[in-house]
Structure formats: structure tokens, C-alpha cells
């Protein structure tokens, strides 16, 4: 029995911090002049500074000055204009199978959200409960699916030795998957890793998925931010949808519009027909409703206002590219620096590699060394955010991975 002042929760140990999270707690306690944090998947300018659009602003703008905007709770599936506006995003303007009235779009949390509402719609409708994840992913990745219901495999996908693609290992795991199980795919920028698919890649792995009847789920968390261009980067979905198969996908506009804390994306499911559209969106519904009832207002009518408008998503465009091309450049010049220093090693795959982030082939050990002698906050995979880099931290990273890779090979 619990005496006074005892807590019923007494028996709870403390959970660990999120491995990605916890990053940015340790460097937040870092009172060192030089700290780095390449550990948060977020941009930062040039100065360092997390960045708002001016696009956003401008919308945010309108949205402020419109007084016949009420705070009204949107519909379970979210605002109408958003859905219709980010299917036409990912899927492209003239998609047959939105014209065909066969996809359903529903606003979700941002990326997480899109994906767990998928996870949980899966876990009760789809008649195989096996979800392949590659192997490594998103530390969350395995967790949504967990407790979407699932039960979680893994496929071949990063190859260490050439810190490129495992492709037979790709094709060798989802060839003896069972048919019908579901495959998590990076749509664009594979997180950890940086390393995607060609689109000669992609074509054999969309054949050898539909011929085994393997129900595609894309997690878009970066379009646009990867090549700097959102076409480009939706092209292996795009491909998926013109074979007239199924599939979902999960879109967050975190990255690529910079809204990480208003919590704006969407899930899709392409279906065969109309008619089974409309009956899956009413059981997305059901999802939704107890989950958390309807999506917030604010973030969705940011990103609606600027899709609609010839102008703003022309600006946003500018600015997107701008952001994706920073992240290159610090690429060639994080390159450039290891080259300089006569660091050991093959360092090209920093050039080669795509989206936000390096994966450096750093181990554990280097990693925990970086943090103590040189005060830099990186995941222990070794994997590092490029968009936290700018040019005058450049040198400072180089002359750690330098002193880690000469001292603890
Ligand atoms: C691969 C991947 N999927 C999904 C997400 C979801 O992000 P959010 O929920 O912030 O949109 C992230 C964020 O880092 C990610 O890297």
C-alpha cells in the first residue's frame, strides 16, 4: 500500500532520450564558444539561424489581415483546398489518377502523423501486417509501425563498404518478402544515409514490387529539398502511380517549407478506383476521429495559400532551391576541407550523397570523441546534418574529423 506522500508512480525508471533528440538536450547544456549541432534534422542559414520563407511570412501575412477568417474546427479529413493542393504536389498537375477521382488525401501532423494514421489505417484494414522498413531508416520509423500494429522487417539498403546502395541486397529481401507485405520507401534524400535509387534503380524495383503484389508506402519527407527541384524529387512515387497500382504516401512540409513546429502534411492513398477511394477515406475517418478529432488550422492555410497562388509558389520555389543548393555547397566544401587536411580515406561520398544529410562513416567511438574534445553534436551512426553547417564551421568540423579518424581508426 502507498503511504503518505508516496507516488502512485513510483515504480516508473526514467525512459532514455530520444536518440535524435537527446542530441540537441546535451548540446543545449554545452557551454562552449564552438559548439556545433549537426545532430537536428533542421535548416540553418548561413549564420546559423533557423530560417522562415518570405514566402511564409507573406502568407502568414494575408491569413492575419483576412478578418472574415474564423478559428472554426476543420473537417476529421482537414482543409479541402490543402488536400486537393499537396496530391497535385506529390503527384504531379496532370496525375491520371487524380483525374480519376482515385486517390484520397487526408491533412495529417506533419510526416509523423501521415505515417502513423497510415500505419494504424493498415494495421486494421489490410490483410498482410508485415511492413519492410530499410535497414537503416529513421530511428522513429520502426516505433510508428510498432505501435501502428505492425510487425516490423527490415531490408537491405545502405552497404558500409561502398557507403553507396546495397541494390542486390534490396531486390535479393524484398524478392523473399512475403507477397503482399508492405514496403517502406524513402521517397527522395534516404534519412539516415543521403543514399537514394537512380531511376533506372527505381524502375526495377517498382517491377519486381508490383510482380510480388508489395504495397508501396512512401515517406516524402523531403521534396524539393534533395535535387532542389519538387518534380525531380517526387519522380519514383510518380513512377509508381503511372503503373495504374496502389500505394500511400506521407508528405511533410517540415523541410521544405519550414514549418517543422507547425506540424502541416498529409497522407495519400492511391487506389484502383473511385469508388474504393471514397470507401477508405471514410475509414481514415474513423482512424482520425479518436486519435486526436481534427488536424490544426494554421500550418495547412499557410501552405494552401501559397500553393494556390501562382506567385508565392513561384517564390517558394526560389527559396527552396536556394536552400537545397546551400546544402550542396557545403558538401564540396566539407570535401574540400577533408581533401586539404590529407585526411586517410575515400571522402567522396559526401559529394555523392543527397538531401540533408552525410552519413559519414564515422563510428560510435569517433563520434563520442568529436563531442568531448571538439564540442560537435552528431548521432553515434556517424551521421551528420549538412544544413547545420555553414562555411566558417566547416573548418572547425574538418579539423575534429581529422584528429578522430588519425587518432581512432
Ligand atoms: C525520413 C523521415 N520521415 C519522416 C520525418 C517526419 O518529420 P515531421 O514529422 O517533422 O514531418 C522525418 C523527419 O526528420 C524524416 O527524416
Not at 524502375?203 to 512512401?218: A, C, D, N, V, Y
Not at 495519400?268 to 473511385?274: G, K, L, M, T
Not at 488536424?295 to 527559396?319: C, F, Q
Not at 546534418?385 to 564551421?393: I, R
Request: net charge neutral; aromatic share 8%.
Amino acid at each position: 500500500m502507498a503511504g503518505s506522500g508516496d507516488s502512485v508512480f513510483a515504480h516508473i525508471v526514467l525512459a532514455p532520450e530520444d536518440p535524435i533528440l537527446g542530441v540537441t538536450v546535451a548540446y543545449n547544456k554545452d557551454q562552449s564558444p564552438v559548439k556545433l549541432n549537426l545532430g537536428v534534422g533542421a535548416y540553418r542559414t548561413e549564420e546559423g539561424k533557423p530560417l522562415v520563407l518570405n514566402v511564409v511570412r507573406k502568407a502568414e501575412q494575408l491569413l492575419v489581415n483576412d478578418q472574415s477568417r474564423v478559428k472554426e474546427y476543420l473537417p476529421i479529413t482537414g482543409l479541402a483546398d490543402f488536400n486537393k493542393l499537396s496530391a497535385k504536389l506529390i503527384f504531379g498537375d496532370d496525375s491520371p489518377a487524380i483525374q480519376e477521382n482515385r486517390v484520397t488525401t487526408v491533412q495529417s501532423l506533419s510526416g509523423t502523423g501521415s505515417l502513423r494514421v497510415g500505419g494504424e489505417f493498415l494495421g486494421k484494414h489490410y490483410h498482410e501486417r508485415t511492413i519492410y522498413i530499410p535497414q537503416p531508416t529513421w530511428g522513429n520509423h520502426p516505433k510508428i509501425f510498432t505501435l501502428a500494429g505492425l510487425s516490423v522487417k527490415s531490408y537491405r539498403y545502405y552497404n558500409p563498404q561502398t557507403k553507396g546502395l546495397d541494390f542486390e541486397g534490396m531486390l535479393e529481401d524484398l524478392g523473399a518478402a512475403p507477397s503482399g507485405a508492405i514496403v517502406l520507401i524513402h521517397a527522395c534524400a534516404h534519412n539516415p544515409t543521403g543514399v537514394d535509387p537512380t531511376v533506372e534503380q527505381w524502375e526495377q524495383i517498382r517491377t519486381l514490387m508490383r510482380s510480388k503484389g508489395l504495397l508501396p508506402f512512401f515517406d516524402s519527407a523531403y521534396q524539393g529539398f534533395a535535387s532542389g527541384n519538387l518534380d525531380s524529387d517526387a519522380q519514383p512515387i510518380r513512377m509508381f502511380v503511372a503503373d495504374g497500382g496502389e500505394l500511400l504516401a506521407a508528405q511533410s512540409y517540415a523541410k521544405n517549407m519550414g514549418l517543422y513546429g507547425e506540424r502541416v502534411g498529409a497522407l495519400s492513398i492511391v487506389c484502383r478506383n473511385a469508388d474504393v477511394a471514397s470507401k477508405v477515406e471514410s475509414q481514415l475517418k474513423l482512424v482520425i476521429r479518436p486519435m486526436y478529432s481534427s488536424p490544426p488550422l494554421h500550418g495547412a492555410s499557410i501552405v494552401a495559400t501559397i500553393l494556390k497562388d501562382r506567385n508565392m509558389y513561384d517564390e517558394w520555389k526560389v527559396e527552396l532551391k536556394s536552400m537545397a543548393d546551400r546544402i550542396i555547397s557545403m558538401r564540396h566544401q566539407l570535401f574540400d576541407a577533408l581533401n586539404s587536411r590529407g585526411i586517410p580515406g575515400d571522402w567522396s561520398h559526401i559529394i555523392k550523397q543527397i538531401g540533408m544529410f552525410t552519413f559519414t562513416g564515422l563510428n560510435p567511438e569517433q563520434v563520442a570523441f568529436m563531442t568531448k574534445e571538439f564540442h560537435i553534436y552528431m548521432t553515434s551512426d556517424g551521421r551528420i546534418s549538412m544544413a547545420g553547417l555553414s562555411s566558417s564551421t566547416v573548418p572547425h568540423l574538418a579539423d575534429a574529423i581529422h584528429a578522430a579518424v588519425t587518432r581512432l581508426s
